[in-house]
């Protein structure tokens, strides 16, 4: 397994655009994705994008929908995150996950277990 490492962060006004990319292994299970997580300033790390193996598959965070798109490249064991119309709330450390099962709770809601390493992750700020 590879420690992802990510890239593509920075300072942005709000309204600006970033790309951020990650190189790390991944799994073809069926029920894995590699995926984005963010951790703003004092709070926990959550979910932000996710991508399936074939890419047939991609899944957002409510309130990024619409402005970020999530893609990958397996031939160069990398996956990006486009990310249009920021917001100053989007500013958090950005981390990629290369292996994250995720499944439906019996409630409905989707959980996401990430398995791999984590990277040091790339800053992204976004100003008002």
């Known amino acids: 397994q590879v420690q992802p490492v990510e890239s593509g962060g920075g300072l942005v006004q709000a309204g600006g655009s970033l790309r951020l990319s990650c190189a790390a292994s991944?799994?073809?299970?069926?029920?894995?994705?590699m995926a984005w997580f963010r951790q703003p300033p004092g709070k926990e790390r959550e979910f932000v994008a996710g991508?399936?193996?074939?890419?047939?598959?991609?899944f957002y965070r409510e309130s990024v929908k619409g402005r970020f798109t999530i893609s990958r490249d397996n031939a160069k064991n990398t996956m990006y995150l486009q990310m249009n119309s920021l917001k100053p709330e989007d500013t958090a450390v950005y981390y990629c996950?290369?292996?994250?099962?995720?499944?439906?709770?019996?409630?409905?809601?989707?959980?996401?277990?990430?398995?791999?390493?984590w990277g040091q992750g790339t800053q992204v700020t976004v100003s008002s």
């Open positions: 991508i399936t193996w074939s890419g047939s598959s991609t």
């Open positions: 996950n290369g292996e994250v099962r995720y499944g439906t709770l019996p409630n409905g809601p989707r959980y996401w277990e990430p398995f791999g390493d």
């Open positions: 991944g799994r073809t299970d069926s029920n894995y994705v």
